[in-house]
């Protein structure tokens, strides 16, 4: 079996995960593009992530994951027979997913031997247990091509570079959020939160932090979910004043199109960390050492500009302050 057999025409990738998960799978589709041009590629994934994948210029189409659910069985078969696709690759593991490509006669379904029901759904099955694996997890992605012969596992620059071209902003960033950029500063996005997805820095570090940071050359933005923004509402009055508070105010659209635009961000490891990696802004993850599914060695930021700083125990302890300040300034001299 080769990735450049003639007989695939299209390929389906299946990752109904979080933000940071897909934005880390899109390589999967550049690197399919870069192999087989022709290729046609349709992403299968929930709604509120369909702003990333609309963003990656290597899909061709996109299957919503919750109007599918929503389907009768019969309806549901209907629609991924009529989409003609030749291989599916289950990224994300998923029972519900792997039994309808089966029944809608997928002819070749990858996922891996460490779910039970991959060995009832899926004819080609690949042996990796990505919790101890020593793989970035855009790496373990493009290794669950293995059956279609793809023996070669980029690294890590090369994925970074990947997203150069093929991941952009698709809608126009609105006016009214334009305005809170400012041309003269370094703008700086502080995502402190993770909706529980990362280890996080305690708050009363970024409150040092930004005070210690230069107004006159940072404008700083805070970012976050709508009920993060609930979280804030006692952090917030105990900023400087010029600190813009964004949080809850963005659709993932508008979020993608102002990172875009931004100069850095700085966050723990979670969605808009990737996303602004992604975008080849610069970009400051923090990460525990410890444990292994968490941790920079599966979950660093891949872009261009991205860095991340990683702690010597399993929680953000040991990264003080200091280190992150010097590491943000740095980037006024890039």
């Known amino acids: 079996m080769s990735i450049i057999d003639n007989k695939i025409k299209h390929i389906a990738i299946s990752r109904i995960d979080a933000m940071g998960d897909v934005i880390l799978t899109l390589p999967v589709c550049i690197y399919l593009k870069l192999l087989v041009p022709d290729i046609i590629i349709t992403f299968l ?22 109007e599918l659910e929503a389907l009768s069985k019969d309806e549901q078969i209907n629609l991924i ?23 809608a006669g997928i002819k070749i379904r990858i996922g891996r031997t460490s779910k039970y029901y ?17 793989l970035h997890e ?41 305005l809170y950029l400012n041309k003269d500063k370094f703008n700086l996005i502080i995502h402190p939160k993770s909706n529980g997805h990362g280890c996080e820095w305690v708050m009363d570090n970024f409150t040092q932090l930004i005070q210690e940071l230069p107004q006159e050359k940072f404008n700083i933005i805070i970012t976050g979910s709508a009920s993060e923004h609930q979280l804030f509402k006692t952090w917030i009055p105990q900023l400087p004043d010029h600190v813009i508070d964004l949080s809850g105010k963005m659709t993932l659209n508008e979020l993608i199109a102002f990172v875009s635009k931004a100069d850095g961000l700085l966050a723990s490891g979670t969605g808009p960390l990737h996303l602004a990696a992604a975008l080849g802004i610069h970009t400051l993850g923090l990460f525990p050492a410890e444990p292994r599914p968490v941790n920079a060695i599966r979950w660093a930021p891949l ?8 702690s ?4 953000l302890s040991s990264i003080t302050v200091n280190i992150v300040f010097k590491r943000i300034i740095g980037w006024l001299q890039k």
């Open 138 to 178: 855009a790496q373990q992605m493009i290794y669950l091509l293995k059956p279609l012969g793809a023996i070669h596992i980029p690294t890590i620059g090369t994925l970074a570079n990947l997203y150069e071209d093929s991941f952009k902003p698709r809608t126009e960033l609105p006016v009214a959020l334009n």
């Open 81 to 103: 027979e009529q989409r003609k696709i030749d291989v599916i690759v289950h990224e994300f593991s998923n029972e519900k997913i792997t039994a309808l490509a089966r029944q």
């Open 118 to 134: 991959n060995f009832i759904n899926c004819n080609k099955l690949v042996k990796l247990k990505r919790k101890s694996s020593d």
């Open 303 to 310: 872009g261009k500009k991205a860095e991340h700083i990683e």
């Open 45 to 66: 994934a929930r709604s509120y992530t369909q702003p990333l994948i609309n963003s990656c210029t290597a899909v061709d189409h996109f299957i919503n994951y919750d």
């Open 312 to 315: 010597d125990s399993d929680d």
